[in-house]
């Protein structure tokens, strides 16, 4: 069946702009989670939907970034005003309600 | 504050079994142990997890010692494709605890 998918697979900003990146989960699928990964680590958590709900946004680094998923399906994680420190690979990843966290290619965030 | 942790790289000839320690002496009675990996530019995908039997799938075994302080994954004939970090992960398997915390990771290289 079909996995998580993420778009783009790359994207170069300049600084100062603003991107969307998006996340289609495995159908189904209750929890959704965005994690961020810069070069050499391991990802890092930024925050976690159940359906449309975001209970927890700890992780968003800055108030430039935003992260919806609004009919409770597609994620959309937006930042604004982008910096070189916001290069990472974006990470999404779905799973149903109690079970393990699936994740998609992830999108890498190159600013220049 | 890291609950695992485990050696940073590791070697293991194709063919052989690849055994990967991780210390958690902290672990809690209600907490899990997960492995994930993470092949080059892709996504963590899920191996395993317990929560104090050995257990045992398609991919990997998972031996918990009986004082859970510890645990190892074992790969029982190494391939290359199984070049990639892994990542042990401790955490309450339940609707509310639902961030995976990553660490550095293991990475380990398989060589022919």
């Known amino acids: 069946g079909a996995g998580v998918s993420q778009s783009p697979r790359y994207k170069v900003a300049k600084r100062g702009q603003d991107v969307a990146l998006r996340c289609d989960p495995i159908?189904?699928?209750?929890?959704l989670f965005w994690y961020q990964q810069a070069l050499g680590q391991g990802p890092e958590f930024l925050t976690y939907?159940?359906?449309?709900?975001?209970?927890?946004k700890s992780g968003l680094p800055s108030d430039r970034f935003f992260a919806e998923r609004p009919e409770g399906s597609v994620s959309t994680l937006k930042i604004q005003r982008t910096q070189q420190e916001d290069s990472a690979v974006y990470l999404c990843?779905?799973?149903?309600?109690?079970?393990?966290?699936?994740f998609g290619p992830g999108t890498r965030l190159t600013v220049t | 504050d890291a609950k695992t942790t485990q050696p940073p790289s590791m070697d293991c000839a194709e063919g052989r079994a690849a055994n990967l320690p991780c210390n958690h002496s902290?672990?809690?009675?209600?907490?899990?142990v997960y492995w994930y990996r993470q092949i080059h530019s892709q996504g963590p995908q899920y191996i395993i997890h317990?929560?104090?039997n050995n257990e045992t799938n398609e991919m990997a075994s998972l031996i918990i010692t009986e004082d859970r302080k510890s645990s190892t994954l074992i790969l029982p004939h190494a391939t290359l494709r199984d070049t990639a970090v892994y990542y042990c992960?401790?955490?309450?398997?339940?609707?509310?605890?639902?961030?995976?915390?990553f660490g550095a990771g293991t990475t380990v290289t398989v060589r022919a």
């Open positions: 990843a779905s799973s149903s309600a109690v079970g393990e966290q699936y």
């Open positions: 159908s189904g699928h209750v929890s």
């Open positions: 939907f159940q359906n449309e709900a975001q209970l927890d």
């Open positions: 902290t672990i809690s009675g209600n907490e899990y």
């Open positions: 317990g929560l104090k």
């Open positions: 992960i401790v955490r309450v398997a339940g609707y509310n605890d639902y961030k995976l915390s």
